[in-house]
């Protein structure tokens, strides 16, 4: 097929959640948008191989882990796991998902080009289609070509028991033995998964703390947890190779308390994801990308070329969706003529493991590095009826306040719909609530989110939901 040229005011390039928020808003306020995607549906990594069908995994494992403790309680179900047919269901909440961002593609009447986009110079992008290519000739362009996982270097990553999180949400099948490298937020969403279908889990994590930089009050609960759970976590210890066996995976360790080597029938390996800067030719239009791979932009996603924008994980961290979204209206708006930029306060992030664990604002972590005063207030879920009466007594609320204002400055959460709770903090955040605000607004009884009311209680003095010694 010919080359065929056409126009865009708007070019956004990558359809995941943050390029389709570009493309639909800038569509919204008017401009003709072209939308590249290499893949044939929309929704990138989070709704085809991350977020979504993670989630749709981690309620069936919620689901077990419910039917198995509530046995103790007069429930006497048996399991009986059908892995195709979980799969399939899988499958179907992101195609439904996917049919939906087609639909919403159409109705703005964005023009969608399926294949692989480089760029040919500041105002041209050259798409690589099944068929042919294409050249889309732009005035604003906005790159939205996210990030790739990790690999260490010298692992079998040709072998397929040897996965990424790609391949690990395929369950393509439960192995009996697998080792988790990576004791961040994917490789601990899919212990979970997998430990619920069940696998025997082994976790290995450089750092000393599962979820590094995460507040240790808030890890504990989870730590105590999986720490029964699963056959081995071992922190503060390196993988040195993987050698490919015929019977497994043969793991060498290094560190505090793990074994010299073990076989493993399966290993995931999630030690982070690395941005598509490098891999876009963003040179030819004169972006600057930087030795990591990331786009630098300035406050209003602006690349160092005045009309190229960036957005989501090629930008930089934290690599979540729901700031790519933001950051992606933000792009658009700003091409629309709009005077914003990017000023939220905060990004909550989320851990959906059993317990969940949710943070935002300033973390205890933080402000004694950077040695900022805080007054905090914690409210255990022991003491919540609603937690208690779901089974679990392990949670807690936190709240860290403004010493001199009562200003909110950062909360966390660790327990059951954690990342629902969550979003209260981040709007009392970017409303400046204080405590007294916080703990007079009420609350409906009895719910996981009082948690929240009672944790600034404990800032004010004036909780009755637990004796504090004046
Ligand atoms: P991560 O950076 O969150 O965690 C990787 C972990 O691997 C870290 O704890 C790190 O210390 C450890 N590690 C690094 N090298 C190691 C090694 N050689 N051996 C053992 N441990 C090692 O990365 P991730 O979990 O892969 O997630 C990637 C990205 O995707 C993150 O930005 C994350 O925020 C995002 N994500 C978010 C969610 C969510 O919001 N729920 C879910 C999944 C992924």
């Known amino acids: 097929m010919s080359d065929s040229v056409i126009h865009a005011e708007v070019l956004v390039l990558g359809g995941g959640p943050g390029g389709y928020s570009a493309a639909f808003r800038a569509a919204d306020l008017g401009k003709k948008v072209v939308l590249v995607e290499r893949y044939p549906v929309l929704g990138g990594v989070c709704l085809n191989v991350g977020c979504i069908p993670s989630k749709a995994l981690l309620h069936i494992a919620q689901l077990i882990h419910e039917l198995e403790e509530f046995k103790h309680h007069g429930i006497n179900a048996t399991l009986d796991l059908d892995i195709d047919k ?68 010298g692992f079998p990553h040709d072998d397929p028991r040897l996965m990424d999180s790609t391949d690990a949400l395929e369950l393509k099948s439960i192995p009996e033995k697998l080792l988790i490298v990576g004791g961040g937020i994917i490789g601990l969403e899919m212990a979970t998964v997998y430990h619920a279908l069940g696998a025997e889990i082994s976790v290995v994590e450089l750092m000393d703390q599962i979820i590094p930089g995460c507040d240790k009050d808030l890890i504990t609960p989870l730590f105590r947890r999986i720490k029964k759970q699963y056959q081995n976590i ?61 786009i630098p932009v300035d406050k209003q996603q602006r690349t160092n070329v005045a009309h190229i924008f960036a957005i989501g994980d090629i930008v930089g961290n934290p690599m979540l969706a729901h700031k790519a979204e933001h950051e992606g209206k933000v792009a658009a708006e700003v091409i629309a003529g709009h005077k914003v930029a990017f000023e939220a306060l905060t990004i909550p992030s989320v851990a959906y493991t059993d317990p969940e664990i949710a943070w935002m604002g300033l973390t205890e972590n933080q402000a004694k590095e950077q040695g900022i005063a805080y007054e905090k207030g914690a409210f255990p879920w022991a003491a919540s009826g609603r937690s208690l009466s779901n089974g679990r007594n392990e949670g807690i609320t936190k709240i860290l306040c403004d010493p001199d204002t009562g200003r909110i400055l950062g909360a966390g959460m660790t327990g059951n719909n954690a990342g629902e709770l969550i979003a ?32 600034a209680e404990m800032v004010t003095g004036t909780i009755t939901d637990l004796y504090i010694k004046k």
């Not at 023009?111 to 480089?118: H, K, M, P, W």
């Not at 290094?254 to 080597?261: L, N, T």
């Not at 955040?429 to 009082?450: R, Y």
């Open 86 to 153: 979980i799969r399939t269901w899988k499958q179907s909440v992101s195609k439904g998902l996917n049919d939906g961002l087609a639909k919403l593609v159409k109705q703005r009447k964005i023009t969608l080009i399926q294949g692989v986009g480089q760029f040919t110079g500041s105002n041209a992008i050259e798409v690589t289609e099944s068929t042919g290519k294409q050249t889309v000739t732009f005035d604003n362009a906005i790159i939205a070509a996210g990030s790739h996982p990790t690999k260490i270097p």
């Open 424 to 455: 209260e903090a981040v709007l009392a955040l970017e409303m400046g609530a204080d405590a007294h605000d916080i703990g007079l607004t009420i609350h409906a009884h009895p719910t996981l989110s009082e948690t929240f009311a009672f944790a």
């Open 234 to 294: 071992w922190l503060e210890t390196r993988v040195k190779s993987i050698e490919a066996l015929a019977e497994g995976l043969k793991v060498s360790f290094e560190g505090k308390d793990a074994p010299e080597s073990e076989i493993f029938d399966q290993v995931l390996v999630a030690v982070g994801r690395r941005p598509n800067g490098k891999l876009i030719n963003a040179e030819a239009a004169g972006v600057t990308v930087n030795e990591q791979g990331f």
